[in-house]
């Protein structure tokens, strides 16, 4: 009796699916990567079986990037995205997409963007849809300093830092002895980027790597530390490389 009912209930749910139009982007929220040429995929379902004449447009926030008209395939698009859009339009009967290819995207595509279908006698139902559209930043190369003097017994602060990077970065420090040898590190990284080595001898010298990266891609720096014996009169060489 229960199956019944739902059954009843989904019917009821696909009839009113397709008895206004329905424009559909599948997804809430796209990520793509600085630079990277993307599509933006949009559905639609008319009430009516043939469609004598459709105005798609896609929108960014209160511009307008581009509209197509349905049969003439005629596309107007901004002039401000002139050379890097253009629209995939496929319709058949009364379904149809009008997919959007955006080539190089920047941050300044960071925006809402909305696909909205106009069909004369089918202005029921839901005739636009928006999503999110987040462009992603790999790292920056880091900037890597020591802080504090290397020396002896002191307690000296590694940092690194990316300039550039979205989503926020995870930062990780490796060490190689002097030979080049990979070895542990006794203190790890703070979220922040740094290391911290305290009461440091001639044993801490060698070669500090810091990696910084998140889900779009990774850069490091390595810095060469010499720890030398206090009050020497010759600078150490514990610059950045
Ligand atoms: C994007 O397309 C352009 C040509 O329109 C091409 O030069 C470029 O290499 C493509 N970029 C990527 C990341 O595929
Ligand atoms: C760090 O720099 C040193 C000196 O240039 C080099 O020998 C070493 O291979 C580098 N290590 C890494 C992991 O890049």
Partial sequence: MEKRTSVIAFFCV???AVAAIQVDIPQDQYEFARGDNI????????????LKLAIISWTAGETVILTHYHPAGVTNINPKYQGRVSVDVNINGGTGKADLKLSSITMADNNEIRCLVLIPNDDE???ADAA????????????????????????????CYSEEGSPPLS?????????????TLTSGTDQGGILSLSDISKETSG??????????????????LAVNPPNMDIDSPAGQR
């Fill in 14 to 16: 696909v009839w009113s």
């Fill in 39 to 50: 599509t933006l995929p949009c559905k639609f379902q008319s009430a009516l079986s043939s």
């Fill in 125 to 127: 139902g839901k005739p």
């Fill in 132 to 159: 999110t559209l987040t462009v992603l930043v790999g790292p920056s190369p880091p900037i890597c300093k020591v802080q504090g003097k290397a020396e002896y017994g002191q307690n000296i602060n590694l940092t």
């Fill in 171 to 183: 930062y990780k420090w490796e060490s190689r002895d002097v030979k080049n040898t990979p070895r």
């Fill in 207 to 224: 070669f500090y790597i810091c990696t910084s990266s998140n889900n779009i891609s990774s850069a490091t720096c390595n810095i060469s």
